[in-house]
């Protein structure tokens, strides 16, 4: 994988959860189809190719790493003002 390819991570954040957690991630290619995907269910994307970096090595259901809440907060924040 060359540090350039493109890298998405989808999160999610139910009631339950203690924090946001990975719920998908995709480099490449299957980066394209991620994001159609995201715009054919009304999902919101947030471009951030140093967080995508940072997330896309957790796994998939792993939790977000502490040291990243501030700047995913930033982001829900965000995403909650577009809806």
Same mark, same amino acid.
């Given at each position: 994988m060359t540090q350039n390819e493109l890298k998405a991570v989808a999160l999610r954040y139910p009631d339950w959860a203690d924090a946001p957690y990975i719920s998908a991630k /995709?480099?490449?290619?299957?980066?394209?189809?991620?994001?159609?995907? /995201?715009?054919e269910n009304d999902v919101p994307v947030v471009e951030n190719a140093e967080m995508a970096e940072v997330l896309s090595i957790q796994n998939i259901g792993q939790y977000i790493p502490e040291e990243t809440y501030s700047a995913i907060a930033m982001v829900f924040a965000f995403i909650a003002k577009l809806g």
């Open positions: /995709a480099s490449g290619e299957l980066v394209k189809r991620m994001l159609k995907i /995201a715009e």
